[in-house]
């Protein structure tokens, strides 16, 4: 009978495990691009199709319960750091947003706006200078002249010449000159002033604004002119007693 000899068990060592797991992984590559392939694979009837090919661990051992639970762990932990790291600032609120756009704007306006030039104070109108009082000399001249400026005013008629004519007629130009032989001195009204006027008439002519006193050089003139002006026209049509 004839004798066979029995191989001996071959022992694998780390090398041949080692090279065992990497043709097993490069099965499973070959395998997941394999089904990638193009759509035009689909053509091929499900009878070529591959087997599936069932997830190996580094040691190209099946993988166990144990395993896959790791490999969740660490699949969890990474989406939660990823996810940690992409946290997004929450939006503004659209009226918070609304209101900072407009104080933008308000302040783009007060920046550009030119400065309006500061008005300028109106000037004072420049006051009218006082009117010098005019003076008048203290005599026959100066009485007349004032006289005339007085009558002038008031709508008077006479002339220098006409009431310088009757004055020295009347009076010489003695404004305390007094009359006490007449109709009148006898009536108890005489004459007096530079125009010899009667209390009556005087105070019936009188010109306001001149003193009411019957032997003031002013006030005779102005009230003797004003009873001619009424009598006889004016002053000057007056050449004897009147």
Avoid at 55 to 61: D, E, F, I, L
Avoid at 72 to 97: D, N, Y
Avoid at 198 to 209: C, E, K, L, M, R
Avoid at 220 to 242: E, K, L, P
Wanted: aromatic share 4%; proline share 8%; glycine share 6%.
């Amino acid at each position: 009978m004839p004798q066979f000899t029995l191989p001996r068990t071959v022992r694998l060592t780390r090398t041949h495990k080692v090279s065992a797991a990497l043709v097993a992984t490069a099965g499973c590559a070959a395998a997941l691009a394999f089904t990638a392939a193009p759509g035009n694979a689909a053509t091929t009837t499900a009878a070529h199709a591959p087997a599936a090919v069932k997830p190996v661990s580094a040691n190209g051992m099946p993988l166990t319960a144990k395993d896959r639970a790791d490999d969740g762990k660490q699949a969890r932990a990474v989406a939660s750091s990823v996810a940690a790291g992409l946290k997004v600032a929450p939006a503004e609120k659209p009226h918070h947003a609304a209101d900072q756009a407009a104080n933008r704007s308000i302040e783009r306006k007060a920046l550009v706006a030119p400065k309006a030039a500061p008005k300028a104070a109106p000037k004072a109108a420049p006051k009218a200078p006082k009117a010098t009082p005019k003076r008048y000399a203290n005599n026959l001249d100066g009485w007349i002249r004032e006289s005339l400026d007085i009558m002038k005013a008031k709508g008077i008629p006479g002339s220098y010449e006409g009431l310088h004519r009757n004055i020295m007629r009347e009076s010489a130009g003695d404004p305390n000159a007094v009359n006490d032989w007449d109709i009148n001195a006898i009536n108890g009204v005489p004459s007096k002033g530079l125009l010899q006027v009667i209390q009556p008439t005087f105070d019936a002519y009188h010109v306001s604004g001149t003193p009411h006193k019957l032997t003031d050089p002013i006030a005779n003139i102005t009230a003797a002119a004003n009873y001619a002006a009424d009598r006889y026209g004016s002053i000057d049509n007056v050449n004897s007693a009147y």
